[in-house]
Structure formats: C-alpha cells, structure tokens
C-alpha cells in the first residue's frame, strides 16, 4: 500500500496520497471477500481485513467569499480561449450546485424552457430536475443554437468553437487558468466543488440545513430524517427562487455582505418570483 501511495499522479489537490491507500485496502478488502463468498478461499483468508484503513482527512473545501467568487468569474470572463462557454459553465454551477458529472451529462433535452427546469444526472445514478432563472436557461439555448443543431436532441449542449462536445479536461484547463492568475486559488486547490459548496451554504444559512440537502436531492444516510425535516423539504423550492431571481448578492453579482455570515431569520421569498412556482417568463 505504502509503494502505491508513493507512486501515485500527483494533482493539483494531493494531500499525500491518503485517499489512494484508502482506495486500493477497500478495493482489496472487495475481492477478498467476494473470494470467500463464492468459497474460493476459506473465511478465515482475509489479509486485507487485518490492515486498518488510513484515517480520513477532513476536507478543505469550504464556501468562497463575494470578493473570491467575484475574483474568479472576473479572471474567467476576461482570460481563456473561449470566455462564453467558460463563464457558462461557471453560472451552471453556480446556480444549480451540481457536479463536474452533473454538467457533463447534461444534454439538450434537458433544458426545459417552458418551466425553466434542468434535468440533472449526478452520480449514484440520481436524477433531478433543478429549478434555474430565465437567464441560464436562456444562454443554454444560445449556447445550443449557436454550436449545436439548434434543437433538443440528446447530445451534448456544452460545446467547444468547432462543435465538438467539451470533456472533463475543459474544467481543468479552466482552474488551471485560474490558479496561474489568483495564486491564493492554487495554493488552497479551488476546484468546481467549491462553487457547490458556495451555493450550498448560502442555502443553508438562509433556509436551514433541511432545505440545503433537499436543494441537490442529497441522498440521507443513516437513520430516517425527522417528521420536522420532512416537512421542511416541501419548501426546498424557495432556495431555488431566491437563486435564480438574483436576490442573492453573490450570485446577482452585486457587492453586500459575506456569504460565510450568519442569518437569524430565514429570508422572506415571494413565490410568485418564476422556477418552482410558476411558468419560465
């Protein structure tokens, strides 16, 4: 385990290779046990079982500032080869809190503009249908007018100049790009996940920790959430509003406070404001 925690790829986010020797014991402890199960080996013939697991690092992600956030959509829009498809993907990630996954197996049937709904497929097979404001929806049919077909079809919406459908190495060229200008961005390793976690708390620290993990449709482990948190999951729905409809200074893009400041009271969202309420205007 030491040999291949030693000769690991060495990214942008190493933490000394941790994660790679806690990959490989449950990758070995796996086929041991499938072994023992289909009777190959005896039950007692588990050497991985004897090994302890590395301790699992606390992640160092957290929510970005206003001036972080701003720094990092302003280094996107005016560097780069292609600023409209980069400072697309950040607003999609910005707006819906979805994964690298998530955006990369959007296709252009899954722009609903009638009802300004994305259809999300994340991992652990999930799927959603995320609430957006007309402003996304309308730049993703831009997008797709200008380097698509220019109808729904079930290919990829994100697309380089030439037509070609972006891959995942679009996303580390982009925060490779902002690292080498925000060396605070490459020191800390800001990656997509960041912006998750940006939307996410905002969420969180303005409807509640309920209506944040009901946002993403996050899967609960452990035991059944409370009757309490279960009815506070029908009100998900005002995150999104508040988001889409640019109350929120960060993602309007207006100055104002810290998003890392705590709220007493939950903000007051009207639900006539589109999404989840009504038709996309």
Known sequence: M?????????????????????????????IFTHAIRDEILPAQSNPAAAIPKPSRQRSL????????????????????????????ILRLHTETACRRGGALALREDDVDPHWCLLRLREKNYTIRWQPASPTL????????????????????????????????????????????HLPWAAVQGVSTHWLRHTTLTWV???????????????PRRGQAASRTKK?????????????????????????GGSLMTAVRKPAAVKASVIACSGRCQ
């Open 231 to 255: 009815m506070k999951l029908r009100k998900a729905p005002e995150g999104n509003i508040a988001i889409s409809s640019g109350k929120s200074s960060w993602a309007s893009g207006a100055g």
């Open 2 to 30: 030491r040999q291949t925690m030693e000769t690991r790829i060495v990214r942008r986010t190493d933490r000394g290779g941790h994660s790679t020797g806690e990959h490989l014991l449950a990758a070995m402890r796996t």
């Open 61 to 88: 992600r957290r929510a970005l500032t206003n001036p972080e956030l701003t720094a990092i959509n302003d280094t996107v829009a005016t560097t780069g080869s292609d600023t409209p498809l980069d400072t697309l």
């Open 204 to 218: 969180e620290r303005h409807f509640g920790h309920a209506i944040a993990r009901a946002y993403t449709r996050a």
């Open 137 to 180: 929806i309308t730049a993703l049919l831009r997008h797709r007018d200008q380097r698509g077909d220019g109808r729904p079809s079930p290919d990829q919406p994100l697309r380089h100049r030439d037509g070609t459908p972006i891959t995942s190495r679009r996303w580390n060229g982009l925060w490779r790009r902002v690292g080498d």
